[in-house]
């Protein structure tokens, strides 16, 4: 055993103390009540630090809670252990040496030492036949760092012997979730090792397929037997069609297909009909090329493979990711990349170009201390925490060193290698935005636009006080809609994060040439012959801003007028500009089966944007207003009852209703209070809520419910009160009194924390100043109980209103036919110079390609 307080930079820490079984015992006693064996449903952490990306790789190894299974870089353990008292850890790392050399030069076969123990990824960037691991764990005691070596199982209590076996063997916490999640591992199928494949001369052609039973030509499965091309049923991917695959099995009993579409050199969709569940096929290369598919050259789409030997979806991917060129890699703050975790480059883009802005790397990283230090007791399941931890991974450099030079590697690999981290893993972020979310949770690749705005309503949820970084994105529309045979008009306004340009096909400049090349594509595709290179569609950008400002028809238009419905139009301005404005071309539409399309098209979009002529001006003279009159809410007889008889408190509305409305659009506020109103019967009722009141004028204020003091519940409120302009619920009140602390303790610590449990028992115990000053607690909540009532009537919209001249710096680009497909990349202006972030590679862009991208982000700029 070794006391090293020179670990940490405490004096004389070097020396080391022999101590017999019995002191080793006589150490731990104090501290077994805190050591646990890991049950069933927790989560241990073995690879990532809480609050960094430090993990056992990094130089000061990982430190694992023995009572939470929480874990800790160096630089943060001390804080944990200040916090929760908590004293044993155990302390992992992995040694990375350069192999003994022979005689020969090449390395000695018997490895230094084969213990390797840690589930870890190995550095891309060393060559494991050069290199060997080693994995070293040990129990740490704080506060004065005593070491104990792992295994010792003669000296250890056998309670603590079993809770290290238990930590070491378990598997990772991302595997707890649900069967669908994004990190479920598949079984490898039964029938893969002795598949039969006919001989038959099937071969499969890079696009042009059709169900060989009903001509669709979306989620076509290949089977892996015969070579049928047949549409699947609603099972596996959520996608439609009228299950001729199936059939086809129950026909012929051929068990495995491969889902068209999703083959990359990494794998495929694969699916067992006999075992009715995904599966993995270890020989799948071997299984595709029996049907002439090379899959280590392809990339997946939804309609078609395409091949090194195809240009159309090749020379999208080269033009957006810049392979053509040799970039340079960039290293340092703000140059640090996120690896794939497997269809995850849509967060990874959107929050790269998030970090980019610098109100949230104020908001965030700017306040790292506080946030840290005031986390709730598992900060892994802390938004603000979450956030915190990942822009300062992204901005710090920490994690985005260039390779040491040859010559210096070379002594250094003598002793043992110290390996630079480049990128960053967004695991445990990813794990907590997208939990309870049914797309984002799946490993399937996503729409990068629905994740910025899921994020923007997380990032409202979850707001730091009275500081709000996403108020930067936030504007107010006005909406003009006029009945057209009154001609009377109604003028309302409503929050938004977005503009969505629509993409104004019928101005083409180059239609001929299309037209050429669809006769073309359509004959290649009749005859199965390789497709002509794309043409894209070449649209003005001023075309798609005039249909944006174009009025529109609205469907089932009631005019309050003619007490009846109508014909109506209406037409969108802007009644503020927001401070970064966020572009999303509408390039996605939806087929004949409710697959996503994407046009591929070129968009001239500009450097320097100005939309000061899409300002609002409010009624006009000789305009006269329509009446306001709502029309009759109509609700399914059945529901009826449960209406009239159940008054929801505001903190148990649905939020995954809320969530499904708010992806279709429609202002959070507005969610918030249909879902509230039909008394949670789910999100079809409450979309007609919103379509019935969408043209009221506080259509988009934040909900307002009589007794609760204004607002809703600030846990629970998108945009309500916070702090100490908001009443704490009573069964939460409840709770902690329960505990033994005075009720106004309890009201203070929950309105200092926005409502959270845990927040406000680390609150009580980091303020034990307001137990002894009842009288100050008292009078807060009088002054507090004033202010509710003094603000009884909710704020305005917070927008920060200013010039309509814009400049781009940055967008995301997608490749692929679908948002169900493909792969997102981010450029951004850093420096004065365009830099490319493609997952974990970050470089300097020679080529950015502005008119292919789908969200463009821009940032005001004085006139």
Sequence with gaps: MQRRGALFGMPGGSGTRKMAAGDIGELLVPHMPTIRVPRSGDRVYKNECAFSYDSPNSEGGLYVCMNTFLAFGREHVERHFRKTGQSVYMHLKRH????????????????????????????????????????????????????????????????????????LSSKSPYRKQDPDTWENELPVSKYANNLTQLDNGVRIPPSGWKCA??????????????????????????SGGNGHALEHYRDMGYPLAVKLGTITPDGADVYSFQEEEPVLDPHLAKHLAHFGIDMLHMHGTENGLRDNDIKPRVSEWEVIQETG?????????????????????????????????????????????????????????????????????????????????????????????KPQQNGISPRMFKAFVSKSHPEFSSNRQQDAQEFFLHLV???????????????????????????????????????????????????ATNKDELIAYELTRREAEANRRPLPELVRA?????????????????????????????????????????????????????????????????????????????????????????????????????SKDRLMNQLIDPSDIDESSVMQLAEMGFPLEACRKAVYFTGNMGAEVAFNWIIVHMEEPDFAEPLTIPGYGGAASAGASVFGATGLDNQPPEEIVAIITSMGFHRNQAVQALRATNNNLERALDWIFSHPEFEEDSDFVIEMENNANANIISEAKPEGPRVKDGSGMYELFAFISHMGTSTMSGHYVCHIKKEGRWVIYNDHRVCASERPPKDLGYMYFYHRVPR
């Design 457 to 507: 309503n997380l990032v409202e949820r979850n707001r730091i006080g009275s500081e709000n970084p996403s108020d930067v994105f936030r504007f107010l529309v006005e909406e003009r809609i006029q009945c057209c045979q009154t001609r009377k008009v109604r003028y309302t306004e409503r929050v938004d994060y977005l503009m969505q340009l629509p993409v104004a096909m019928e101005a």
């Design 96 to 167: 990375v040496r350069e192999k003994v050399r022979g005689a020969s030069g090449g390395a000695l076969p018997k490895r230094r030492n084969s213990k390797i123990f840690l589930d870890l990824d190995t550095d891309d960037d060393l060559n494991s036949d050069d290199y060997e691991y080693e994995d070293e764990a040990k129990l740490v005691i704080f506060p004065d760092h005593y070491e104990i070596a792992l295994p010792n199982i003669e000296e250890l209590p056998a309670l603590v012997t079993i809770a290290c076996d238990a930590v």
């Design 325 to 417: 060129t040799k970039l340079k890699p960039m290293y340092g703050p703000g140059y640090t990349g996120l690896k794939n975790l497997g269809n995850s480059c849509y967060l990874s883009s959107v929050m790269q170009a998030i970090f980019s802005i610098p109100e949230f790397q104020r908001a965030y990283v700017g306040n790292l201390p506080r946030i840290f230090d005031y986390s709730p007791l598992d900060p892994t399941q802390d938004f603000n925490t979450q956030m915190t931890k990942l822009g300062h991974g992204l901005l710090s450099g920490q994690y985005s060193k260039p390779p040491v030079k040859s010559e210096l590697i070379e002594q250094v690999m003598k002793e043992e290698h």
């Design 213 to 238: 039973r009903c001509d669709l030509r979306e989620n076509l499965w290949l089977n892996l037997t015969d070579g049928s091309v047949l549409c699947g049923k609603w099972f596996f991917d959520s």
């Design 538 to 638: 070449k649209i003005p950008f001023s075309a798609c801003l005039q249909a944006f400002s174009e009025p529109e028809n609205v469907d089932d238009f009631w005019s309050s007028a003619l007490q009846a419905k109508s014909a109506g139009v209406k037409t969108s301005r802007f009644a503020s500009f927001p401070e970064y404005l966020v572009v999303q071309i509408k390039k996605f539409t939806f087929g004949l089966d409710w697959v996503p399309k994407k046009f591929d098209v070129s968009i001239d979009m500009p450097d320097l944007l100005d939309i000061n002529h899409l300002r609002a001006r409010g009624l006009q003279p000789g305009e006269e207003e329509l009446p306001d009159i709502s029309p009759p809410i109509v609700i399914p007889d059945d």
